[in-house]
C-alpha cells in the first residue's frame, strides 16, 4: 500500500529500517511487547512491529494524512492491535501514564523541540524496566552525553540514537 502523495512525512528509507531491525533483533525479543510509536508518520515503523508479534502499537500522529492513511493500512491488512492517536507528540508524553516496552520516536529532523524528546520519556518513567528507546535524527544531534544513551548507529542520513 503506497502513502498517497500529499503526505507530508519523511519515513525512515528501507535500508535503514532493515538495518535498524537487524539490530534490534538481536536485543529484544518482538513477542507480546507494548510499542509507543511517535511522530508515526506512515505507520511503517508500528506496522513492523505488529508483524513481528508485538501484542499492540501506540502510534501517535498529528497530521490528518498520515492518520488517515495508518488506520487505513490497517484495515487493509486486517490489523486490530494498533492504536492511532491524534494529536501532538508532546501533549501525548506529559500526559501519558502507561508504560511501554519499546519506544520509537522519528520527529522530523528540523524539530526545534527533538532534544526534549528523551529527556520527556525518561521524566515521565515511560519505559518499562528493561525497556529501549530510539530516536531517529539527523547528523546534527548528539545525544552521547544523556544520562540514558547507550549507543549510536548511522546508515547513510539517518542516525538511531538508542537509550535505556
Do not use: W
Not at 43 to 59: K, N, P, Q, W, Y
Not at 102 to 107: R, S
Request: hydrophobic share 40%; aromatic share 12%.
Amino acid at each position: 500500500m503506497s502513502p498517497p502523495k500529499n503526505i507530508t512525512a519523511r519515513p525512515t528509507t528501507d535500508f535503514a529500517k532493515e538495518s535498524l531491525f537487524n539490530l534490534l533483533n538481536n536485543r529484544i525479543d518482538f513477542e507480546d511487547i507494548e510499542v509507543l510509536d511517535l511522530f508515526a508518520g506512515t505507520g511503517g515503523i508500528g506496522l513492523e512491529f505488529i508483524s513481528r508479534g508485538a501484542r499492540e502499537v501506540t502510534a501517535v500522529e498529528l497530521a490528518h494524512v498520515q492518520q488517515n492513511f495508518i488506520i487505513s493500512a490497517c484495515k487493509q491488512l486486517g490489523v486490530n492491535n494498533l492504536t492511532v492517536i491524534r494529536g501532538d507528540v508532546f501533549r501525548y508524553l506529559n500526559a501519558c501514564k502507561i508504560c511501554y516496552d519499546f519506544i520509537y520516536a522519528d520527529p522530523p529532523y528540523a524539530l526545534d523541540r527533538l532534544p526534549e524528546i528523551p529527556d520527556l520519556i525518561f521524566e515521565h518513567e515511560l519505559l518499562k524496566e528493561n525497556g529501549m528507546f530510539v530516536l531517529e535524527h539527523s547528523k546534527s544531534n548528539d545525544f552521547s552525553s544523556h544520562p540514558h544513551f547507550v549507543e549510536k548507529h548511522v546508515y547513510g542520513s539517518v542516525n538511531f540514537s538508542f537509550f535505556r
